[in-house]
């Protein structure tokens, strides 16, 4: 369990360390059934080659009890559900193009390959196994070829269900790794292919090494483009035409979405409600004093958000509206009820104990269990009997199939957590046992041998029953809301008649351009599955039924207003930004022809409207910032780096403006040129370009996603 432990601890790097380097996921737990749509049964394919729903969900399963198990959790949020479903389609398109052009140039990863890397253990996804020596703390080849045989060699009749349960967690965890790290190494191998054809040499060192450390400083004169009224430029529908076939290739949209149009209501409580939600804690307020005992029953009968375990916890695991409160409140007494508007919650709690206890303990045990309970109680005090008389603990525990081993626990894993009652009981007597000392504790049908043997970190710990109501509409509020938006639905089916009545009626209509089917949400809110399967369903002008959506608290309707194929986006989705960069042109011109044989910044200043400033440190390989103007200038940094010192430029042409600099002084950095350095900076550069190549290939490729059809 200690290796558990361990793994858990190192759950984000690991997590970080897989996102960087997985190029694979393998089919894990079983199918849950879909619901098929028309027939189709296949979330997506690349290149023609499908992927069936059933592997998908087997992936999202396999990489789901990763997650947990690195992270000690016992459920995913829906949120993390959604970001892990997104991850495993990443990975398996990136998976599928990468094996696909390492197949054409013969590329591939041999068992005796990753045996050599296992051997060696530097790996990075290795490191951060839990297979690593405690002393070193690097990967240990050894630990994990015991962990191996002892999996094989498992006695699953024998050993107690969790241990068994984690044997298999662990070994399909390490499956997960050594499938990962085969498809990592042959990504790195594809891309290191790519890199090496990106080579630096000695001249572009140097002038990489003189775009960043040669400096000038500089004086600049200039007119905004802001001074000139837009209304003033004229613009053709030829000449918008003209820079749209020149910037086609930036309008370019890979997958077919969608204009729509939406309004989302969101039910809300009454003052009625909030009254009702008062009175119910008043309520719960009066019978808290009064109860002695069985809290968690109490607490449970209120609804209350936050459990209760009878156990003492750290402040930090309460409600912070709750901690802030108790260093004022003396043992059973009664505080509230109150209102705390961080979480809109009506509040009581009482203080039930307040005590020291270790955050850290370190124990060993043996798990006892027979055909009866007589045969286990028996059992049990056999070995209780024979470790108080001197025998050894660990061989006793290897007899019966467990390693005997001492073991950290931390109370964060139970602190917060819903406890049932037996658990309860084993926590309060790993906190209150003596180091040392001998127990027979019995755990609902089994026997534990317990030996605590050390403690750590006390702390002050309470022991906290909280009534915690939030605020929440009721039925016949949701009610309400519900018939009188289905009424303004009912009444408007039309997208016209949307925009006609909505603002009367008290809603809002929202627009969202170039909706996208893998956003999983329509207008940010959960649970609008449905919604979004009508979207990418339906036909340009169509209204949508009522959805029922959020967590219950939310009602849309949706109207499509047009599909946009994937391919260019069309002229007229564009023109306004291509005229706003046309205008920006032309008002360039007109400034640069007023400054037409201009040769000092004083005649600059001299015009209307016109703007100075001095800016230092200016370099070739950085955009300057004018703070006048409020704008990065890259052009004004390459101007700079090949002005005279006191000379004045011609006109520059910039982001937010024209200008004219003059440079006064110029200088070269403290930093020595090494040109071995310099070349390895830039094939550094080249690697990390040739790891953009997954996005040339995506570009390329023909990949359609249908994954909101299922999922």
Same mark, same amino acid.
């Given at each position: 369990?200690?290796?558990?432990?361990?793994? $858990?601890?190192?759950?984000?790097?690991?997590?970080?360390?897989?996102?960087?380097?997985?190029?694979?996921?393998?089919?894990?737990?079983?199918?849950?059934?879909?619901?098929?749509?028309?027939?189709?049964?296949?979330?997506?394919?690349?290149?023609?080659?499908?992927?069936? @729903?059933?592997?998908?969900?087997?992936?999202?399963?396999?990489?789901?009890? /990763?997650?947990?198990?690195?992270?000690?959790?016992?459920?995913?949020?829906?949120?993390?559900?959604?970001?892990?479903?997104?991850?495993?389609?990443?990975?398996?398109?990136?998976?599928?193009?990468?094996?696909?052009?390492?197949?054409?140039?013969?590329?591939?990863?041999?068992?005796?390959?990753?045996?050599?890397?296992?051997?060696?253990?530097?790996?990075?996804?290795?490191?951060?196994?839990?297979? #690593?020596?405690?002393?070193?703390?690097?990967?240990?080849?050894?630990?994990?070829?015991?962990?191996?045989?002892?999996?094989?060699?498992?006695?699953?009749?024998?050993?107690?269900?969790?241990? /068994?349960?984690?044997?298999?967690?662990?070994?399909?965890?390490?499956?997960?790794?050594?499938?990962?790290?085969?498809?990592?190494?042959?990504?790195?191998?594809?891309?290191?292919?790519?890199?090496?054809?990106?080579?630096?040499?000695?001249?572009?060192?140097?002038?990489?090494?003189?775009?960043?450390?040669?400096?000038?400083?500089?004086?600049?004169?200039?007119?905004?483009?802001?001074?000139?009224?837009?209304?003033? /430029?004229?613009?053709?529908?030829?000449?918008?035409?003209?820079?749209?076939?020149? $910037?086609?290739?930036?309008?370019?949209?890979?997958?077919?979405? $969608?204009?729509?149009?939406?309004?989302?209501?969101? =039910?809300?409580?009454?003052? @009625?409600?909030?009254?009702?939600?008062?009175?119910?804690?008043?309520?719960?307020?009066?019978?808290?004093?009064?109860?002695?005992?069985?809290?968690?029953?109490?607490?449970?009968?209120?609804?209350?958000?936050?459990?209760? *375990?009878?156990?003492? =916890?750290?402040?930090?695991?309460?409600?912070?509206?709750?901690?802030?409160?108790?260093?004022?409140?003396?043992?059973?007494?009664?505080?509230?009820?109150?209102?705390?508007?961080?979480?809109?919650?009506?509040?009581?709690?009482?203080?039930?104990?307040?005590?020291?206890?270790?955050?850290?303990?370190?124990? #060993?045990?043996?798990?006892?269990?027979?055909?009866?309970?007589?045969?286990?109680?028996?059992?049990?005090?056999?070995?209780?009997?024979?470790?108080?008389?001197?025998?050894?603990?660990?061989?006793?525990?290897?007899?019966?199939?467990?390693?005997?081993?001492?073991?950290?626990?931390?109370?964060?894993?139970?602190?917060?957590?819903?406890?049932? @009652?037996?658990?309860?009981?084993?926590?309060?007597?790993?906190?209150?046992?003596?180091?040392?000392?001998?127990?027979?504790?019995?755990?609902?049908?089994?026997?534990?041998?317990?030996?605590?043997?050390?403690?750590?970190?006390?702390?002050?710990?309470?022991?906290?029953?909280?009534?915690? #109501?939030?605020?929440?509409?009721?039925?016949?509020?949701?009610?309400?809301?519900?018939?009188?938006?289905?009424?303004?639905?009912?009444?408007?089916?039309?997208?016209?008649?949307?925009?006609?009545?909505?603002?009367? *009626?008290?809603?809002?209509?929202?627009?969202?351009?170039?909706?996208?089917?893998?956003?999983?949400?329509?207008?940010?809110?959960?649970?609008?599955? &449905?919604?979004?399967?009508?979207?990418?369903?339906?036909?340009?002008?169509?209204?949508?039924?009522?959805?029922?959506?959020?967590?219950?608290?939310?009602?849309?309707?949706?109207?499509?207003?047009?599909?946009?194929?994937?391919?260019?986006?069309?002229?007229?989705?564009?023109?306004?930004?291509?005229?706003? &960069?046309?205008? $920006?042109?032309?008002?360039?011109?007109?400034?640069?022809?007023?400054?037409?044989?201009?040769?000092?910044?004083?005649? =600059?200043?001299?015009?209307?409207?016109?703007?100075?400033?001095? /800016?230092?440190?200016?370099?070739?390989?950085?955009?300057?910032?004018?703070?006048?103007?409020?704008?990065?200038?890259?052009?004004?940094?390459?101007?700079?780096?090949?002005?005279?010192?006191?000379?004045?430029?011609?006109?520059?042409?910039?982001? @937010?403006?024209?200008?004219?600099?003059?440079?006064?002084?110029?200088?070269?950095?403290?930093?020595?040129?090494?040109?071995?350095?310099?070349?390895?900076?830039?094939?550094?550069?080249?690697?990390?370009?040739?790891?953009?190549?997954?996005?040339?290939?995506?570009?390329?490729?023909?990949? =359609?996603?249908?994954?909101?059809?299922?999922?």
């Amino acid at each position: 369990m200690a290796t558990l432990q361990t793994i $858990r601890s190192k759950g984000p790097l690991l997590v970080i360390v897989i996102g960087l380097a997985l190029f694979a996921f393998i089919a894990g737990d079983a199918w849950r059934i879909l619901q098929p749509h028309q027939g189709r049964q296949d979330v997506g394919e690349v290149n023609g080659q499908a992927l069936s @729903a059933q592997d998908y969900q087997q992936m999202v399963d396999e990489f789901s009890e /990763v997650i947990k198990l690195t992270n000690g959790l016992n459920s995913l949020t829906e949120d993390q559900l959604t970001n892990i479903k997104d991850q495993v389609w990443n990975t398996y398109v990136t998976n599928q193009l990468i094996a696909s052009e390492a197949e054409k140039l013969g590329l591939k990863v041999t068992d005796k390959e990753l045996q050599a890397i296992i051997d060696e253990g530097t790996n990075p996804l290795l490191m951060q196994t839990p297979f #690593r020596n405690p002393q070193t703390g690097r990967f240990d080849k050894d630990m994990l070829k015991k962990f191996l045989v002892d999996y094989a060699n498992l006695n699953t009749t024998q050993m107690p269900a969790q241990y /068994v349960e984690y044997y298999e967690k662990m070994n399909n965890f390490w499956n997960f790794i050594e499938k990962t790290l085969k498809q990592s190494v042959l990504a790195e191998k594809y891309q290191s292919l790519i890199a090496k054809s990106l080579i630096s040499n000695p001249v572009a060192a140097e002038d990489a090494f003189n775009g960043r450390t040669a400096q000038s400083d500089l004086l600049l004169a200039g007119i905004p483009y802001a001074s000139i009224s837009d209304s003033t /430029v004229t613009v053709s529908n030829d000449e918008i035409k003209k820079l749209y076939e020149e $910037r086609k290739e930036l309008f370019k949209q890979p997958v077919e979405t $969608r204009d729509i149009k939406y309004i989302d209501v969101r =039910v809300t409580p009454s003052e @009625a409600d909030r009254k009702a939600v008062q009175d119910e804690v008043t309520e719960f307020s009066s019978q808290l004093a009064a109860t002695t005992d069985n809290y968690a029953t109490f607490i449970r009968s209120t609804g209350s958000s936050v459990a209760y *375990a009878d156990i003492p =916890v750290n402040k930090s695991v309460l409600p912070s509206d709750v901690a802030s409160r108790l260093d004022s409140t003396s043992v059973n007494d009664i505080y509230g009820p109150y209102y705390n508007q961080a979480d809109d919650s009506y509040n009581v709690f009482k203080l039930i104990a307040k005590t020291t206890a270790p955050d850290s303990i370190q124990l #060993r045990q043996i798990q006892v269990a027979a055909d009866t309970e007589e045969k286990t109680a028996s059992l049990a005090d056999s070995i209780f009997n024979a470790i108080k008389g001197g025998a050894d603990f660990a061989e006793l525990a290897k007899k019966y199939g467990q390693t005997g081993e001492a073991s950290w626990v931390n109370a964060q894993s139970w602190e917060g957590a819903s406890l049932d @009652a037996e658990y309860v009981k084993f926590i309060n007597a790993i906190i209150s046992q003596p180091v040392n000392e001998l127990a027979n504790l019995k755990i609902g049908q089994a026997n534990v041998i317990l030996q605590v043997m050390n403690k750590k970190a006390n702390k002050d710990k309470y022991k906290v029953a909280v009534v915690k #109501r939030q605020v929440e509409f009721s039925k016949e509020t949701y009610n309400k809301a519900y018939n009188d938006f289905s009424q303004f639905v009912a009444q408007n089916t039309t997208l016209a008649d949307l925009e006609k009545n909505v603002e009367e *009626a008290g809603y809002t209509l929202m627009p969202r351009a170039n909706f996208r089917s893998d956003e999983h949400y329509v207008g940010g809110v959960k649970s609008t599955r &449905e919604a979004l399967k009508w979207v990418f369903d339906a036909k340009e002008g169509q209204v949508s039924p009522l959805f029922e959506c959020g967590e219950n608290d939310h009602m849309m309707v949706v109207a499509l207003q047009s599909i946009n194929k994937a391919g260019y986006t069309s002229i007229n989705k564009v023109s306004d930004m291509l005229k706003a &960069e046309i205008i $920006r042109d032309k008002k360039a011109e007109q400034i640069m022809a007023q400054m037409n044989g201009f040769t000092s910044l004083d005649q =600059v200043k001299g015009l209307k409207d016109a703007v100075s400033d001095s /800016v230092k440190h200016v370099t070739f390989a950085a955009p300057a910032y004018i703070s006048v103007a409020r704008a990065s200038e890259p052009a004004i940094s390459a101007y700079a780096s090949k002005t005279e010192v006191n000379k004045v430029s011609a006109p520059i042409k910039g982001n @937010a403006g024209v200008y004219m600099i003059q440079v006064y002084n110029k200088e070269n950095s403290a930093e020595k040129f090494d040109a071995k350095t310099e070349e390895a900076t830039l094939s550094n550069m080249a690697a990390r370009y040739a790891g953009q190549c997954i996005y040339d290939l995506r570009d390329k490729a023909k990949i =359609v996603d249908q994954r909101y059809l299922y999922f």
